[in-house]
């Protein structure tokens, strides 16, 4: 091993996973290419994450953070990926080449150049076994979108998607070597260990994340206007703030006319701007009677939202998203068409008003649960990770 190594300082978000028994473990040093807090955006939450199951597992873990100049890096950040300041990037590129496996969260709007093109070069600039995690598979890539996803894929030693879907549409769509397509589902950030309480308050509607046009907020809002028959009436909580990069070119717009909507329709929705830890959003779906994901977008592949929500033992109502079809396929939610608030709204009044449902959709969820917990995923990675190291046992033995 090298006399410079990555380490992971552990965090609050690392302190909340339950320990996992480690039998033996060799501890690898990871380097994770990726946006990190303070950063808001999924990616970032993703990260920070896995990093914490990854130290949970005995692991030591440094991000190679980008698209945060100027923010103030936590003590796990050794390094900055910039194209712009040629410094940073050869002290990025010696980070990641003095770790044992590097991981690169791949989402086309983080990285530099068109579609994020500059990642393939620093996946190519690499010499140790690297993980890709595809974050996003469209359905309708452009022929530049395309190209770059399988110059990552060529560039990469594997490649993890997060659902049988995302793989699908990955090796039936572009031109990818399968034998390097891996599924390990999304992680849960919040506690398994809230449960749902019964309670004769009116019920609340949860939906949570940043905001941007695509979340179909709008069509949950004008469903709730079609349930003012039901006593008590629910209520909806609208928990996020506008993303910043569409704030950068829209402003609160988005934010703005659901507000509006919600107005004009008579309806309570409660829009909560706070960006939140773990802990205080673990409190927040704690008090949620159902978790309400109206997505516009077939592309979904993944939603982080989506497996805390089951995590939490949360019955869950989705428009028809790749990973909701797939997660929910048990019982453990509804999945009702796009863009259709009376599908939704019957859905909600089918979940209020059946007697025994609620219990059992979480039941169904809760069970779901511990195979998506961060130190099991974290798991599953550390055993891809050591699986290329011993595909690379003559270039390791020589370090």
Known sequence: MSDRTLTIIPSEEARMFEETPINDHLTRTYAMVSTYPPTQCGIATFAAALSGGLYEYGDDVGIVRVGAAGEPAAKIVVAELNDDDGAETVDAMDALNRADVVIVQHEYGIYDGPDGESIVEVL???????????????????????????????????????????????????????????????????????????????????????????????????????????????????????????????????????MQRAKDRHVDVIFDPEYRSLASLAQLISESTMVILPYDSPDQVTSGVLVDAIAAGRPVIATAFPHAVELLSSGAGIVVPRRDPEALADAIRKVLTTPGLVGAMANEARRLAPELAWPFIASRYAALGEELLDNRAPLSANR
């Open 124 to 258: 190519e600039g690499i010499d140790r076994p690297t993980i890709v995690v595809a974050h996003t598979v469209l359905e309708h890539p452009t022929p530049h979108q395309r190209s770059v996803l399988e110059a990552v894929v060529r560039a990469a030693d594997a490649v993890v998607v997060m659902t049988e879907a995302g793989r699908v549409r990955l090796c039936s769509s572009f031109d990818v070597d399968t034998r390097k397509i891996s599924v390990i589902p999304h992680g849960a950030a919040v506690s398994s260990a809230v449960r749902l309480v019964d309670s004769k308050e009116r019920p609340r509607l949860l939906t949570w994340g940043l905001l941007g046009p695509g979340k179909g907020i709008e069509w949950a809002i004008d469903a709730l206007a079609m349930l003012d028959d039901l006593r008590p009436r629910p209520i909806y909580v609208v928990a996020g703030n506008t993303h910043p990069k569409v704030h950068e070119y829209e402003g609160d717009v988005y934010r703005d006319m659901l």
